[in-house]
């Protein structure tokens, strides 16, 4: 096997340049035009923000729907939607719209927010670090990702999915080359449910789900 | 690595010294030239007074140069800023142009410079129209808005944005700050230094030095908030607060300011300050002067509440101070004080005198939930907005911009 490089990431957030949305008509137009790397800023890169809390839900969609728009029923469809599930943003934004369209549907007004309150479409550059650590052998990898970084830790199981081997974290990726020997502890990897984590908190289900696996042994 | 940086690593972690070191191996021998107003009071000039240094640190080729003004121009520029955070204000043509000769004044003296800088980063407005009188520009041109600008007083936007459309991206603090613009807007958090005189930490003696010199008594429940004399920091509604209180509680307020060069409008809100605080001997009015930083660590330190009851507010850098230096804070509910105070966590948002009061009175009553959010807060500051977070944001987005190219991922 080869070292396993310890990479570590920042967002740099910008504009995407899209008009705010005002109303649930807004947000269906802008989500059916803009690019594939807002709706994946919306949807994935919330981990990684300066955020306080764990919000209910952990797409900027769910949560602006309940906290502005102030319609539940639309937060709680939205909110189950897994993107990590989606072959494709593509798949994922006809998700999103087909929930809307039905909840529009069901409505007899069109909710909207006052001034302020507005959904602002933004989008991020990863920056991606080399920290210049290595890990040699899969028994050092449940300690190694104790020590990482909130970047690094989005940045080798989360922003990895996206990336070939499309749908794969990187450490799964890399214990793969071992072989057999570590299956155990690929289904340990696998059988944790990203969508309710922090980074912090994931980290930390990471580490007891390989110790459990046998790997950190 | 350089001695500047290493004396951070401490605090903000071996991680984030190595992504600085990479970005500034890709940045080497740069110049950047960081311009704004002042060279001290406020929140701008305190950033530039580390980011400079640390920039040189990493290897980037940074000054700091500050544009000289009347106090006309500065009552003028103040004007400005009062109509980007929505007030009604008067901009005459002339006064407009008094702004532009201003401008053009400073322009002779810094044209040289800023026509050779790879990179030129304007802050905020009062030097904003050095652009144009630059014609010959080489490098690229960035401005940064320090300020609010979500519903600006239209009439003082709409002369503002044909003067910083033109620059080649701008940045913001917040995602609700942002205007539109036809270039990039990046969205920058401001930050602090841990470091600094205003945040290290002290020792016993010297906070029981300041409380003996305000004549603060030990024994009763301190309140502070500190901000310049401004009427968006809403001083006295924080009195209005206290007093409420008082009725229940013997609280003392402190609020300590200073002047900045380029707010003329502070004397006069002190005196309504002043006035409002009358006969309340429990109530510390401070004027205090720009390098008195250990004085304000102090008197937050000792507080037991740190309070910014903003109605209007950029970031909110005494909030995350007061943060920093583990105490509640009970501030307005606006602009980037939001992306600080969050109810139970690490305060309270509030919207009125009468809701700091109710506040304020639970935060007294319940002194373990003080004490755990005091906690909460230090450790969310470590993550989010020291000085480190910040100038790495600076370093990437100067990549990005010479890059040229808008990518998803970025290899440093």
Redesign the interface.
């Known amino acids: 096997m080869n070292p396993f490089e310890v990479k570590?990431c920042?967002l740099?957030?910008?504009?995407s340049?899209l008009?705010p949305a005002v109303n649930l008509r807004e947000l269906r137009e802008r989500i059916a035009a803009c690019g594939e790397?807002v709706l994946?800023h919306h949807f994935c890169e919330t981990t990684l923000r300066?955020t306080?809390?764990d919000p209910d839900y952990r797409n900027d969609f769910a949560v602006w729907s309940k906290l502005y728009l102030g319609d539940r029923v639309l937060a709680e469809r939205l909110g189950i939607l897994d993107p990590y599930a989606s072959d494709s943003m593509e798949e994922l934004r006809a998700a999103v719209l087909d929930i809307i369209d039905d909840r529009l549907a069901e409505l007899t007004m069109v909710p909207w927010v006052r001034?302020?309150d507005e959904f602002?479409f933004?989008e991020a550059?990863?920056?991606?670090?080399?920290?210049?650590e290595r890990i040699h052998h899969p028994r050092d990898l449940a300690p190694a990702i104790g020590r990482m970084?909130?970047?690094?830790v989005y940045y080798h199981f989360l922003e990895a999915l996206r990336r070939p081997p499309i749908g794969k974290d990187d450490f799964s990726a890399w214990l793969l080359e071992g072989g057999e020997e570590y299956a155990s502890y690929l289904v340990s990897l696998g059988s944790i449910d990203i969508q309710f984590h922090s980074l912090a908190h994931l980290r930390k289900e990471l580490v007891a789900a390989l110790a459990q696996a046998g790997v950190g042994k | 690595m350089s001695p500047l940086l290493s004396a951070y690593e401490a605090i903000a972690?071996s991680?984030a010294l190595?992504?600085l070191r990479?970005l500034g191996e890709k940045l080497a021998g740069l110049r950047v030239v960081h311009v704004n107003s002042t060279r001290e009071g406020g929140g701008v000039a305190e950033i530039l007074e580390w980011m400079v240094p640390l920039m040189r640190d990493v290897g980037v080729d940074a000054s700091w140069e500050v544009i000289h003004g009347t106090p006309r121009f500065f009552e003028i520029t103040k004007a400005i800023h009062n109509g980007l955070q929505g007030k009604a204000v008067d901009l005459p043509k002339k006064d407009w142009r008094i702004y532009q000769d201003v401008n053009e004044e400073n322009a002779q003296r810094l044209r040289p410079l800023l026509e050779e800088a790879d990179i030129v980063i304007i802050h905020d407005p009062q030097p904003a129209h050095l652009l144009k009188l630059c014609p010959n520009r080489k490098g690229k041109w960035i401005w940064r808005a320090h300020i609010d600008i979500?519903?600006p007083f239209r009439p003082v936007w709409k002369v503002l944005r044909t003067i910083v459309d033109k620059y080649d991206a701008s940045i913001f603090s917040m995602?609700?700050f942002?205007q539109?613009l036809p270039h990039?807007?990046?969205?920058v958090?401001p930050s602090i230094d841990p470091l600094s005189e205003k945040n290290r930490e002290l020792g016993p003696e010297e906070i029981a030095g300041a409380r003996t010199e305000f004549g603060i008594d030990p024994e009763r429940p301190l309140l502070v908030q500190v901000s310049r004399f401004d009427r968006f920091k809403d001083p006295i509604g924080v009195i209005q607060a206290s007093r409420l209180v008082r009725k229940v509680i013997p609280v003392q307020l402190v609020l300590a300011g200073g002047g900045a060069t380029d707010d003329p409008e502070g004397k006069a809100v002190l005196e309504d300050v002043m006035e409002a605080a009358e006969g309340a001997p429990d109530i510390h009015v401070l004027l205090l002067p720009s390098g008195a930083h250990t004085t304000i660590n102090a008197l937050q330190r000792m507080a037991d509440i740190v309070l910014q009851k903003s109605t209007r507010e950029g970031f909110g850098l005494t909030v995350t101070e007061g943060l920093w230096k583990g105490k509640p804070v009970i501030g307005g509910d606006v602009g980037g004080i939001r992306?600080?105070v969050?109810n139970y966590?690490?305060g309270f948002l509030v919207n009125t005198p009468e809701g700091a009061a109710h506040r304020i009175r639970y935060l007294l009553r319940h002194h373990d939930r003080a004490a755990e959010m005091g906690r909460i807060g230090r450790e969310?500051v470590r993550?989010?907005?020291l000085l480190t977070?910040h100038l790495?944001?600076y370093l990437?987005?100067i990549?990005?911009i010479r890059s040229g190219r808008?990518?998803?991922?970025?290899?440093?």
């Open positions: 570590d920042a740099l957030i910008r504009m340049g008009p790397n994946y300066p306080f809390d001034p302020g602002l933004k550059t990863t920056v991606v670090f080399d920290t210049g970084t909130n970047g690094s | 972690g991680s190595t992504q990479r979500s519903r995602t609700e942002a539109p990039p807007q990046f969205l958090p992306l600080q969050v966590h690490t969310f993550e989010n907005f977070r790495r944001d990437t987005l990549l990005a808008e990518e998803r991922v970025v290899f440093v």
